[in-house]
C-alpha cells in the first residue's frame, strides 16, 4: 500500500472508517500498538489533527465503557474511550470490528499532519491478542503486509535476522553504540525500530556525549528547546554506529551517516539534527534509520525484526569530504605549511652542521701542513749545523 511521506519524518497511510468511510491519515507507528484518531468535540487537541471522526451508532461505531490514555516520548498525552469500528484499507481490506482509542482529550500535542495513529506493536491491548497479520514491513514510502519485497533492498545487502528483546516492543539488543570514533556506550541496550518517531532518541549519558563531542570538535551546543543541534554546515557531521547480534551469533554493524539523520537550511547554509531525551534506558531509531535500512517486523514463528540496505538515497547535504578529528585539530593550511617549514629548517640545521664540519677539517688540514713545514725547517737547521 502507498504511504505519505513527509519529509523523510513521517509516514502515513490512509483509512476510511466507519460505514460512510471518513478518510483518516494515520501515522505509522511501530513503537506503539493502538490505533486511535480524534473526536470532533476533543478538549486540547487545538488545531491539530485536521480530519476528525464522529463515533455514532448508524456508522457502525460502538463506544465501550472503557478508558484510557497513552503518554507518548515527546510528552505529548491522549485520553478517550475504547471503541469498535469497521476500518477499510486501500487494498480493498476490511476489519469489520477494529478495536481503536476515540480520543476526546489532549494535552501537550504536539501533532503535524496526521489524524491519529496506526499502531503496529506487538500486542493490541483492547483485543488482548497479538496484532493481526504474519509480518509487517515498513519501507521508505511503502508499507508491505505479509512478504519481503526484494525491489527495496539494494543490490547484494545482506538481510539480518534479529531476536526481538521484548515482550511488548519491537527491540533488539545493541551491544555497542559509537558516534563517530567515540564509543558512547559499551554494555547491552535495546534499540526500539520505531516508525512512530522521526528522528533519534537517546538515553541523558549517550546525549551528553554527543553534546560533548559536537560542542569540541563542531563548536556546536545543543539547543533543549527544539532538541537539535545546528550549525554551519562547513564540517561533516559522525556516523552513528550500532552493533548488534543476529540469530546466528554474528556480529552486524549497521552505520548511519549524516546525510541520512540530518537537516539542510539552505537560506542559512546551516545544518541540524534532531535528538530527543529519553527517561528510559534505551535508544529509539526513528525513520532516519528506517530510511536507510529496510525494516521487516515478523510476529511468527517467532518475534523477529530484519534489517537490509535500502535503494534510498541520502539527503544531499554540502558538507565537507573530511570529518575534522580531536586528534589532528589542525586546518589544512597548516597541514601543508608546518612539515614545509619543518623540512626546511632542518635542511638548514643540516647545511650549517655541514659547513661546520668542512671548516674543521680545512682547519686541521691547514694546522697539519703547517706543523710538516716547520718539522721541515727544524730538521733542515739541524744538518746545516752538523756540517758547520
Known amino acids: 500500500m502507498g504511504i505519505t511521506n513527509f519529509s523523510n519524518s513521517v509516514y502515513m497511510l490512509s483509512i476510511n472508517v466507519g460505514q460512510s468511510k471518513t478518510q483518516l491519515n494515520v501515522q505509522l507507528d511501530t513503537g506503539s500498538y493502538v490505533l486511535w484518531f480524534v473526536s470532533k468535540s476533543c478538549q486540547g487537541c487545538g488545531d491539530f489533527y485536521p480530519n476528525r471522526y464522529d463515533c455514532i451508532d448508524s456508522d457502525g461505531c460502538t463506544l465501550s465503557t472503557k ?14 474511550t475504547v471503541g469498535q469500528v469497521p ?13 481503536f482509542l476515540y480520543v476526546t482529550q489532549g494535552q501537550n500535542v504536539a501533532a503535524g499532519k496526521e489524524d491519529g495513529i496506526l499502531g503496529l506493536g506487538i500486542v493490541d491491548p483492547y483485543n488482548q491478542q497479538d496484532n493481526a497479520g504474519i509480518s509487517k514491513q515498513t519501507i521508505n514510502s511503502r508499507l508491505i503486509l505479509g512478504v519481503l519485497d526484494q525491489q527495496y533492498i539494494k543490490q547484494n545487502s545482506t538481510i539480518n535476522i534479529f531476536p526481538v528483546t521484548s515482550k511488548e516492543h519491537w527491540s533488539i539488543t545493541a551491544s555497542e553504540v559509537s558516534y563517530g570514533d567515540t564509543v558512547i556506550s559499551s554494555s547491552d541496550i535495546k534499540v526500539l525500530i520505531d516508525s512512530g518517531t522521526s528522528y533519534i532518541a537517546l538515553p541523558k549519558n549517550m546525549l551528553d556525549a554527543v553534546k560533548k563531542i559536537m560542542s569540541d570538535q563542531y563548536s556546536i551546543n545543543y539547543d533543549s528547546k527544539i532538541s537539535a543541534f ?59 534509520f528506517m530510511m536507510k535500512y529496510v525494516s521487516t517486523f515478523q510476529y511468527s514463528p517467532k518475534l523477529q525484526v530484519q534489517l537490509a540496505q535500502s535503494i534510498t538515497q541520502p539527503n544531499q547535504i554540502p558538507f565537507q569530504t573530511h570529518t575534522p578529528s580531536s586528534d589532528n585539530p589542525f586546518p589544512l593550511w597548516a597541514k601543508i605549511i608546518i612539515p614545509i617549514a619543518c623540512c626546511l629548517i ?43
Open 230 to 288: 545546528v550549525g554551519e554546515c562547513s564540517k561533516r557531521f559522525p556516523a552513528f554506529s550500532f552493533k548488534f547480534e543476529d540469530i546466528y551469533n554474528n556480529m552486524v554493524i549497521y552505520t548511519l551517516e549524516a546525510e541520512y539523520y540530518s537537516l539542510y537550511d539552505s537560506e542559512q547554509n546551516q545544518c541540524g539534527f534532531i535528538i530527543i531525551e529519553i527517561d528510559d534506558d534505551e535508544i529509539l531509531l526513528g525513520d532516519v
Open 67 to 80: 478508558n484510557n490514555d497513552i503518554t507518548f516520548a515527546d510528552g505529548t498525552k491522549i485520553q478517550g
Open 87 to 99: 476500518v477499510y484499507f486501500e487494498d480493498g481490506t476490511l476489519i469489520n470490528n477494529q478495536y
Open 346 to 388: 632542518i635542511a638548514i640545521f643540516g647545511y650549517f652542521i655541514y659547513r661546520c664540519y668542512q671548516k674543521s677539517k680545512l682547519n686541521n688540514a691547514l694546522q697539519q701542513q703547517s706543523f710538516q713545514q716547520q718539522l721541515k725547517q727544524e730538521k733542515s737547521f739541524t744538518v746545516n749545523s752538523s756540517i758547520n
